[in-house]
């Protein structure tokens, strides 16, 4: 079954270090979503690109946080510096489309951080 | 601001029982939800959904109900069996984009 790869699956990292995660959505899915969950809340998005344009990154830290999806294929997430409350698990999600009712987002097992 | 909501954290049930979780919303624009499941250290998985054209959405032991007047929806599990426990997310999205999670609820299932 087709799914969603991301990696790493844990990092940990020292504050005002970089880090990167990457994301390789199913195959044809033109939607991509990067999500951030910390502990006890629900997923909240970052950035939503449309093959490889961003159609959404009004929740992105911009000053710290940067992600590309340069192909339209797989996408890469970049925090530099860390900070301590960056620690959280970062969801990569993709569909088909956007704005179809075409049904669920796959998610990725996620890739978890954690900033000393 | 949380524009979707679930207040129970927690849920505990008997297996054979019903489950029910429940969801409220804010945005009158969102028209179409879905539930989510996520085990520990996984990704959530998509469970089902229920567009605002509906009122009930079902397969097999999971039942989506959407009340748009009270801006609330409900899944039901029945019966509830061991391996249904896990976090529950609803989830809100206006035709499909920009999908907003609850914070979600724990359940889980005693045998």
């Known amino acids: 079954e087709a799914e969603v790869a991301q990696s790493p699956r844990y990092k940990i990292t020292e504050k005002s270090q970089a880090v990167a995660f990457w994301c390789d959505p199913i195959?044809?899915?033109?939607?991509l979503y990067w999500y951030r969950q910390i502990l006890g809340q629900g997923p909240e998005l970052l950035v939503q690109?449309?093959?490889?344009?961003?159609?959404?990154d009004s929740q992105l830290p911009k000053d710290r946080f940067s992600a590309e999806r340069l192909k339209g294929v797989d996408s890469t997430l970049k925090i530099q510096p860390a900070e301590l409350g960056d620690s959280a698990m970062y969801l990569c999600?993709?569909?088909?489309?956007?704005?179809?009712?075409?049904?669920?987002?796959?998610f990725g097992e996620g890739s978890r951080l954690t900033v000393l | 601001d949380q524009q979707v909501k679930q207040n129970s954290p927690s849920l505990s049930v008997q297996e054979g029982r019903i489950s029910i979780l429940n969801c409220d919303y804010t945005?009158?624009?969102?028209?179409?939800f879905l539930w989510y499941k996520k085990y520990p250290a996984e990704g959530p998985t998509f469970l089902i959904s229920?567009?605002?054209?509906?009122d009930k959405n079902e397969d097999g032991r999971f039942t989506v109900f959407l009340n748009k007047s009270a801006k609330h929806l409900s899944l039901h599990i029945v019966p509830s069996q061991p391996g249904d426990s896990a976090v529950y997310f609803c989830?809100?999205?206006?035709?499909?984009?920009?999908?907003?999670f609850g914070t979600g609820t724990s359940l889980t299932v005693i045998p």
């Open positions: 690109f449309q093959d490889e344009s961003v159609v959404d």
């Open positions: 195959s044809g899915h033109a939607t």
């Open positions: 229920i567009s605002s054209i509906k």
């Open positions: 999600a993709s569909s088909l489309t956007a704005g179809a009712y075409t049904g669920e987002l796959f």
């Open positions: 989830a809100a999205s206006i035709t499909g984009n920009q999908f907003y």
């Open positions: 945005n009158s624009m969102f028209d179409y």
